[in-house]
Nanobody, 128 residues
Framework: QVHLVESGGELVQPGGSLTLSCVTS????????IGWFRQAPGQEREGLSC???????????YYSDSVKGRFTISRDTSKSAVFLQMNGLKPEDTGVYYC??????????????????WGQGTQVTVSS
């Protein structure tokens, strides 16, 4: 199975930027589709962005309306890692951020039930 580890979450001021990383210990991440999610206390886990695996003929990415234009998902195949670059952060972006992997590689979905593996999460706090 795939073990995912997120990192990069921290306290940041409104309007600031932050880059989260998601790495694997198995180096098989390149064959999986990846999704980024976040969850605030008392709220449902929210899908933010997704990307199909690199072996698909045409890689596909998608963003939720809440982050489109501010967040960017990317992949570094040589390091078996994916990133979420977050710009123009707002207080409502506060939450625990998770990366998830889907083994078929062809699914790019913002529904958390589509994914097979999850990281432990990293806390992002946007506050003055």
């Amino acid at each position: 199975q795939v073990h995912l580890v997120e990192s990069g979450g921290e306290l940041v001021q409104p309007g600031g930027s932050l880059t989260l990383s998601c790495v694997t210990s198995t180096f098989t991440l390149e064959y999986y589709a990846i999704g980024w999610f976040r969850q605030a206390p008392g709220q449902e886990r929210e899908g933010l962005s997704c990307m199909t695996s690199r072996d698909r003929r045409d890689q596909y990415t998608y963003y939720s309306d809440s982050v489109k234009g501010r967040f960017t998902i990317s992949r570094d195949t040589s390091k078996s890692a994916v990133f979420l670059q977050m710009n123009g952060l707002k207080p409502e972006d506060t939450g625990v951020y998770y990366c998830a992997a889907e083994r078929a590689g062809s699914v790019c979905s913002l529904r958390h039930t589509e994914y097979d593996y999850w990281g432990q999460g990293t806390q992002v706090t946007v506050s003055s």
